[in-house]
């Protein structure tokens, strides 16, 4: 048996790892030009900075390639015993497919420890250290947020349209100040503008040329009528603290980049329905390994196919379904009457419900 065991944890182990960073390689370059193509096109974009925000989002996407590697390994690797009566001979030797899976869940087991440790401490503390970064970026090199025909909102209280960027030069901007209720207070148009980063001060210097200033009124900001124009500018700066930026920044940060610790520290946090979902989410996805190497195994021994190709396509459509329905789930969290925290557990459910029902037909035959 000791022999069986190896042999059989052995193709689902490397199966699973080959698997695993196949996906996340695709992941993480998705999520890196997603997030960084602006600055790679329009701006020299450190290579510290690259390799960093890679080893960042990485932790995040193995939170859903380890469960979807480990499932593409098994429907894999049974299809394959499957298609060649390799079951079959174990099953004339006296061993049943219940004993055959042994190692499966023993290494299912090992990836939802793996999977809750990523998803409890590794990952937020990830997605925080992705947060600060692009905040870093803003600080050290704001002129990397700007880039041609774009509206920039990373400094709280202002929108910046920039027309056209040309190295540290900006022409064609728009600059709008907002009110507490994010309707322009004033707008500012000028033909060309930089930026400096003042570090003593801790702020962001934006010096606008050739400017045309127009100020709305205080109590009835969206009155045309009351618009005070015509107000020229041949020179002026305006200065955004740095500090204001770090603020929002830190207010970005949800229950999801917090770690199990940092939310049940905070009472008003832990007690909100979004924080009992995000923790109950953590709990469930990292269950998934299990739930699909439960589903899988019968599913791959009754489909009899060892095409590589079959058992991505099932993996891809297995994986779809349960990660779109803790992704609709997860949307109901600002519902706390339809109790998302225990609805999140629905695919786990769902999945293990199946497999079971599986395996017992499958034992009958």
Known sequence: MKII???????VLTSTLFAVAVLSVV???GNVFKKLLDLLVNHDVPIDLILSFIAYILPFSLTFTIPWGFLTAVLLVFGKLSAENELIALRS??????RATVPVFVLSLVAVGLCLWINVDVAPRAQKRMQDAFFNIATSNPLALF???KVIDEFPGRKIYVGRSEGKALYNLLVYELNEDLVPKS??????????????????LMKLYDARFEQRDDEAPDDLTKIKQGILMKETVMAIPLQQLYEKNKKKRGPSAMTIAELLKDPKVADSSAAKTEVSKRFSTALASFAFALFAVPLAITAHRRETSIGFMLSLGIAFVYFFLVIVIDTLKTKPHLHPELLI?????LFIGLGAWLFYRLSRR
């Open 147 to 149: 880039s041609s025909d």
């Open 187 to 204: 707008i500012m148009h000028a033909h060309r503008g930089e930026l400096v980063t003042d570090r003593e001060s801790k702020q962001v």
């Open 93 to 98: 030797n006296g061993v049943s497919v219940p």
């Open 5 to 11: 065991d190896r042999y059989v944890g052995r193709q």
């Open 27 to 29: 992941l993480v370059l």
């Open 345 to 349: 557990y629905a695919p786990n459910v």
